[in-house]
């Protein structure tokens, strides 16, 4: 009997089989940020009546990234400044926690993201599976850029 599959295949689904669902205490400010300094294209913004972020999606080439923006929410970086723990694991240059986003030009996308100042955690890196560097956004999510 053949094994069952366990994902569908990319053309039957609406959207993305995994959708990576990220929060940030300025919700506006991290989406505008990821679409500068990262390139995502935004597919869609719903503001509360404050202006916060309740619900944001950014496209990237076949994926797609979900943000909201919590008040008692406390991204990586606020948090490694009053804990021990967090800040020991933080600083090692991985992605904890992540995002893996696949492009198409991976010097080309660390160029844009190194200019317009994102926190850089490697340079691009050779392996195996692919090229590939590592980098911050503005509040301490850590993300991977890989061309294979």
Not at 103 to 129: F, K, N
């Amino acid at each position: 009997m053949p094994e069952p599959t366990i994902f569908p295949e990319p053309a039957t689904l609406p959207e993305p089989a995994v959708i990576p669902m990220l929060s940030y205490q300025d919700g506006v400010a991290a989406m505008d940020w990821l679409i500068e300094v990262f390139g995502f294209t935004e597919a869609e913004r719903w503001l509360d009546d404050d202006g916060h972020l309740s619900h944001g999606e950014l496209d990237a080439g076949g994926g797609r990234v979900m943000l909201a923006e919590l008040a008692s929410y406390e991204g990586p970086t606020a948090h490694r400044a009053h804990c021990r723990a967090a800040d020991a694991w933080l600083s090692t240059p991985w992605v904890i926690d992540g995002v893996l986003v696949h492009v198409a030009d991976v010097d080309a996308h660390l160029a844009r993201a190194q200019a317009a100042g994102a926190g850089l955690l490697s340079a691009i890196e050779e392996a195996p599976y692919g090229r590939s560097y590592r980098a911050e956004d503005l509040e301490g999510h850590r993300w991977m850029f890989l061309q294979t």
